[in-house]
Each structure stands twice: as C-alpha cells, then as structure tokens.
C-alpha cells in the first residue's frame, strides 16, 4: 500500500482558528480523504506551534501561565477541527516533551555533521514579534512589517547562535531548478527564486531572554544557555512527529506533502531544507503553498481587524457546505475572496439546485416506478461522456499538476449538470406513462442512480458526511469512505434499495 505523509503549518497559539486557518485544514484534509480513497495508507499531520515570544507576551497580558494559555487555545484549535471534520491522524504540540528533545537532536546533529553552520555573532536588527522575525528593509514599510502593519518593529541587539544559511543558496537554487516540482505552485517558486538571486543572509538560530522557548542545546562561550529561534523549533515538528530521532522514523519521513500559506513560504523553501541537508536528512518532496482567504479585497488578520467568525461561517449552512463553497470559491493555488452574498448564491446553485435536487428526484423516481429497487441495465452512450469529467477531476486532485481542487470540485459539477441535463431531456415520468417503454425507463433510472453513486464517491473528500447520508439513501454497500476509485468505472447499482430522507441541502429562508 503506498505511503504518503502530509502536513500543515502548525498554528501559532495566540489566538482562534480563522478562515485563513481553515482553508488550510480543509484543503489538506480533502487531499488526506482522497488519497484515502485511492488506496494509500495516508498519514494527516497538524498541531500548533505554542512557543516564541508572541506567546508569552500575550500570556503575561492575560495574566495566565504560558503552558495553560497554550492549552486552552489548543482545545479551541481541536475543538473547530473536529466541527469540520478535519481527519488528521496526528495532532502535535511544540510543547510536547518528544518534541523538545527531537528539536534538540537535531540542532546537535547538525552541529556535529556540519561544524561551521553555527557560530556566535552579535546582532542588531528590527524584530517583529507578529512574525518572529527580523525584518529586512524590504520587508518595512513606513516603519512597520508589511505583513503585521498594527504592529511596532523592535529594535532588537544581542549575541546569539547564527545558523550559516548562506552557504546553502547554490543548494538551494540548484534544487529549485533541477526539481521545480520542490515548491509549487509556480508563482510561489519564482518568488523563492528571485529571493535567492538578491543572496541569503545567516539567520539568527538562539535568543537571549526568551524564557518561552526550547533550550537551545548549544551554550554561547560565555556559558549562555538561550531560547530557541522559534522557527528553528516550529519547523522541525514535520520531523519529530514521526518519531525522530528514535529508531524506525524513517519509516515515514521525508513526508510527501508539506501544505503551508505563501506568506511563509521562505521558511518552508529556503529555511528548512537547508537545516535538513546540514543534517544530512531526506528533504520532503513538496513544498505547496496556497493562497489568502480575503474578505471584501483585505486578507483576514486578527491584527488588523480584518476577521469573521469561523464558527458562525460553519452554522450557517453546516460543516459540509462550508467545505464545499469555501474550496469552490478560493483557488487552492491563489488568493480568493470570501462574503456571505457568495456563500448563499453557491450553497443554492451547487448544493441545493444541482446535486441535492438530482438525487431527491432520481431517488423518488425508483421509488415510484420501481418499487424502491434499482434496475440493472446497460450503461447508456451519453453517459460514457462522464469519463472525460472524471479524468479531469483525478487530473486536480492527484498532484501531479498541481493540487487544484478548486478545479475539481468544478470538473464534478459539471457532472452533476450533465445528469440534470439528461434527466429532463428523457423526461423518465413521461415514459413511465407507456408500458412498451419499460426498458428505456429502466435504463435511464439506472443510468441516473450509477450517476449520483460516481458523483458522491467523488464529492467524499470534500462533504464526508453530507454523502455519507447520499450513499445510505442510494442504498450503495457499505460507507463511501471505503470505495476506492479504482472501482468507481465497474460500479453496479443494479439491485440497491433506495430511501427518499430529508433534504440534503434545505434552500434558506
């Protein structure tokens, strides 16, 4: 059974998951699901990132231990994924003793492997504690970070651990050119490139007077033990939680997949494969990142005030259909915007007109005309034209072009279309009206109920429990979470029992 290792960015633990964190989630659980039901042993890793100075900043306002302000905001995380139905098999916590000791191992290792990559330095330069991170010139606009403009850049001198990044961008730009399938989408590669052109500088590994942090396993000359850089601790969890540095790790890394938001793309693509190849460790084989969830043109930031409630967003409708227009909205390779207004207008066209109203009819229909048993017959030619439909879906979802699932949950509308389309075109109430007909009847029912099956085992990923109730109503064998697309072409309908239930996707008042 083929492997296949995916993660998210861990989220960092100073507040509620937004929908910037849930396009993320969903779209990673979507690709988890799917490569499910190809029949890969699949392995979905999130957590949350809980140490830095942010976190302890924002602790101490609140009056609250780090540790226990972490906890509650993990719950909060857990508690939105589980809502969603976010199947992850793994949640990690930088927190975690396991953790600590991985990230530890592995500063070591390097350190032992490539001696020269850290050394001591004194430093000054203008911190942004929104994304622990100096900043460069080009990164400030009118004094601020571009990314945290609400935030005041601290200027930050003390003596820490560098790590020598520079030493990697001929590796670097060598891996981006020779494997441009490392970083995807394209747009988001040519950034990373471009970057490498300008020179990489050495990057500050430690940090003195960061209490909140995992010891960095280096002291300084002068008997200094500091805290670790938080990105020297958050990206290693991609590692850790297979179990490194224990034995039988390798098992499971280099991950297949790592799923992050282009703003931390550099870290991603520059950062951490060269912290892996100074430890002469396996670098995952990709690197995708996604785009911003917009609200009326801004992006959602706590900071700036841009926000919505997430929870509100997934009762509107329920978890399914907020999955469903949230992915069919946002491009999963680019930024896309969110409002109430196209929330509604795709729940009621996709969801409700198109899918929900074609199985309530085809199932009523069996019902009525044939005792609530589906009829086996032959496969009609108009709908050999499906395939092509599903090749273009396999084609978004699978990888190999990049993880467009926005364009696959198009490819199944269009299939939804079609069958709506043969519907009224065979008018099945009016040749049930003539007995000679019986077998045209049979055959369209048949044709209409193999149609909706396809469909649902394509739509899994993305509405797991909204099809689940379409595939008991069709009356298919099983759950749909164990179909394999393997047998989706050879499916036989012929025989199943349907039951008309409630409406799938009720129209809003």
């Not at 609140?62 to 949640?91: C, H, N």
């Amino acid at each position: 059974m083929p492997r296949f290792y995916l993660t998210t960015a861990i989220d960092y633990a100073n507040g509620d998951p937004h929908l910037g964190h849930a396009l993320e989630k969903i779209g990673a659980d979507v690709i988890a699901r799917y490569r499910r039901l190809c029949g890969d042993d699949v392995h979905l890793l999130i957590g949350m990132d809980e140490h830095g100075q942010k976190v302890q900043q924002t602790a101490a306002k609140e009056g609250v231990a780090p540790q226990a302000f972490t906890d509650e905001i993990a719950g909060r995380f857990k508690a939105m994924w589980a809502k969603l139905g976010v199947s992850y098999d793994q949640f990690i916590r930088t927190t975690e003793a396991h953790h600590k000791d991985g990230v530890s191992a592995l500063i070591r290792r390097i350190a032992e492997r490539s001696p020269d990559d850290f050394y001591e330095r004194s430093y000054t330069g203008m911190y942004c504690v929104g994304c622990e991170a100096f900043k460069q010139d080009a990164d400030i606009v009118d004094g601020t970070c571009v990314l945290h403009p609400t935030r005041t850049l601290e200027e930050v001198e003390e003596r820490n651990w560098f790590f020598r990044l520079s030493k990697y961008q001929p590796f670097l730009q060598e891996l981006l050119t020779t494997n441009p399938s490392f970083c995807e989408p394209e747009s988001r590669r040519n950034e990373i490139l471009g970057l490498l052109a300008q020179g990489l500088e050495d990057i500050s590994a430690s940090r003195a007077r960061l209490e909140w942090a995992v010891p960095f396993p280096l002291p300084l000359s002068t008997g200094e033990t500091q805290g670790t850089y938080v990105w020297f601790d958050a990206l290693p969890n991609y590692l850790t939680a297979t179990g490194f540095p224990d034995a039988g790790y390798e098992a499971r890394w280099p991950a297949d997949l790592h799923i992050i938001g282009k703003d931390i793309t550099r870290f991603h693509v520059v950062i951490w494969p060269a912290m892996l190849q100074a430890a002469g460790l396996p670098l995952p084989k990709q690197v995708w990142a996604h785009g911003f969830v917009q609200l009326g043109g801004e992006r959602f930031s706590k900071s700036a005030g841009v926000k919505l409630d997430l929870g509100e967003a997934v009762d509107r409708f329920g978890a399914d259909a907020f999955r469903y227009v949230l992915l069919r909205e946002v491009p999963f390779d680019g930024d896309g915007n969110f409002s109430w207004e196209r929330f509604e207008e795709r729940y009621t066209a996709d969801l409700a007109n198109n899918f929900g109203n074609l199985a309530s009819r085809a199932i009523a229909m069996v019902e009525k005309y044939c005792d609530g048993v589906v009829p086996s017959a032959a496969r009609p030619a108009h709908e050999e034209g499906d395939d092509a439909e599903i090749a273009t879906y396999h084609r978004a979802m699978h990888g190999d072009e990049g993880w467009l699932l926005h364009d696959g949950l198009s490819a199944v509308y269009r299939l939804t279309a079609r069958a709506n389309e043969y519907t009224a075109a065979t008018a099945p109430w009016a040749v049930a009206k003539d007995p000679a007909r019986r077998a045209e009847l049979e055959q369209i029912l048949a044709s209409l109920i193999r149609r909706i099956a396809r469909q649902t085992v394509l739509l899994a990923p993305f509405m797991p429990t909204k099809v689940e109730q379409v595939w008991q109503q069709l009356g298919g064998p099983g759950a749909v979470a164990d179909q394999r697309f393997a047998g989706l072409d050879a499916l036989d309908v012929g025989g199943w029992t349907v039951t008309k239930g409630e409406p799938l996707f009720p129209r809003p008042a």
